[in-house]
């Protein structure tokens, strides 16, 4: 079934202050920058729910969240302010992403927090800034509502472009998905056209130097990051790789130089990806 979902930029940009709700669902959802937290539009009194704080670590450049529960909020996200002023928290988070709900209680959010502090360490997509959870026992009954309130979480977190929870697709190399982009330099990289554009296989190597005109290429400063953040190890991708919003960017990024790769990613037989169905 599909979901009618709406959408109020209050900045008119999907960068500021989105506010959303889910036709037919209990929850409440906030994403607010963290400059903005003392606007009008946060709703007044106490809101109960389960709360992100997105961060980058200083150190490596990796996407971070902070997940945590309060029975208000707003007051708790305050309070993560003032202890990064007073040193007593080290990260700092620029957007918080909440969820409420008029009927969710202090057991509630508490078995959301667990569960989904647990889920996202599974996912290993961000690196998790919790430390501690309860482990909270519910009833049945109480766990399923929990989880369709967590379901519905993931999908919204995934719709405002938070990969926290995504999975890697599951893709069986054969000849008619897997592409190829090699040169003689030793670039050897293998991939496939996924949903969020390109995906580059694990262990797919990339050309040892790059040509100095790629220095100022856009795609070469995407190359450092993911050397930085270790996606790319010793010239070799750690993991797959589904930062590339083109199969341009993957090959430029592979061959160290400007790339076409419609032309550049082939299949088995060598017929360039431009004239593949």
Same mark, same amino acid.
């Given at each position: 079934?599909?979901?009618?979902?709406?959408?109020?930029?209050?900045?008119?940009?999907?960068?500021?202050?989105?506010?959303? @709700?889910?036709?037919?669902?209990?929850?409440?959802?906030?994403?607010?920058?963290?400059?903005?937290? @003392?606007?009008?539009?946060?709703?007044?009194?106490?809101?109960?729910?389960?709360? %992100?704080?997105?961060?980058?670590? @200083?150190?490596?450049?990796?996407?971070?969240?902070?997940?945590?529960?309060?029975?208000?909020?707003?007051?708790?996200?305050?309070?993560?302010?003032?202890? &990064?002023?007073?040193?007593? @928290?080290? %990260? &700092?988070?620029?957007?918080?992403?909440? %969820?409420?709900?008029?009927?969710?209680?202090?057991?509630?959010?508490?078995?959301?927090?667990?569960?989904?502090?647990?889920?996202?360490?599974?996912?290993?997509?961000?690196?998790?800034?919790?430390?501690?959870?309860?482990?909270?026992?519910?009833?049945?009954?109480?766990?399923?509502?929990?989880?369709?309130?967590?379901?519905?979480?993931?999908?919204?977190?995934?719709?405002?472009?938070?990969?926290?929870?995504?999975?890697?697709?599951?893709?069986?190399?054969?000849?008619?998905?897997?592409?190829?982009?090699?040169?003689?330099?030793?670039?050897?990289?293998?991939? &496939?056209?996924?949903?969020?554009?390109?995906?580059?296989?694990?262990?797919?190597?990339?050309?040892?130097?790059?040509?100095?005109? %790629?220095? $100022?290429?856009?795609?070469?400063?995407?190359?450092?990051?993911?050397?930085?953040?270790?996606?790319?190890?010793?010239?070799?991708? $750690?993991?797959?790789?589904?930062?590339?919003?083109?199969?341009?960017?993957?090959?430029?990024?592979?061959?160290?130089?400007?790339?076409?790769?419609? $032309?550049?990613?082939?299949?088995?037989?060598?017929?360039?990806?431009?004239?593949?169905?």
């Amino acid at each position: 079934m599909g979901k009618q979902i709406v959408l109020y930029l209050a900045d008119s940009t999907i960068d500021g202050i989105v506010d959303i @709700e889910v036709i037919n669902w209990a929850g409440k959802v906030l994403k607010i920058p963290r400059n903005e937290l @003392e606007n009008d539009f946060w709703p007044s009194g106490a809101q109960a729910g389960v709360y %992100f704080l997105m961060s980058i670590d @200083e150190q490596t450049g990796e996407d971070a969240v902070y997940i945590g529960e309060s029975t208000d909020v707003k007051k708790r996200l305050k309070q993560h302010i003032a202890d &990064y002023s007073r040193g007593k @928290e080290r %990260f &700092y988070w620029h957007t918080a992403v909440v %969820f409420v709900g008029r009927q969710l209680n202090k057991s509630h959010i508490q078995y959301m927090e667990n569960v989904l502090k647990q889920q996202a360490q599974i996912s290993n997509n961000y690196q998790v800034l919790t430390k501690a959870t309860a482990s909270v026992k519910t009833d049945a009954g109480t766990r399923d509502s929990c989880n369709q309130f967590i379901a519905e979480i993931k999908m919204l977190l995934g719709l405002l472009k938070y990969k926290i929870y995504d999975e890697p697709q599951s893709v069986q190399v054969n000849q008619s998905n897997m592409l190829f982009c090699k040169d003689s330099k030793g670039a050897e990289a293998n991939g &496939y056209v996924s949903a969020n554009g390109f995906t580059v296989v694990r262990g797919s190597k990339v050309s040892p130097d790059v040509v100095s005109s %790629f220095v $100022t290429h856009p795609y070469y400063a995407l190359r450092r990051k993911l050397e930085e953040s270790g996606i790319i190890e010793n010239g070799v991708f $750690t993991k797959d790789c589904d930062e590339f919003k083109a199969p341009s960017a993957a090959s430029s990024v592979v061959l160290g130089r400007s790339s076409n790769g419609n $032309t550049d990613w082939k299949n088995v037989a060598g017929i360039p990806l431009k004239d593949l169905k």
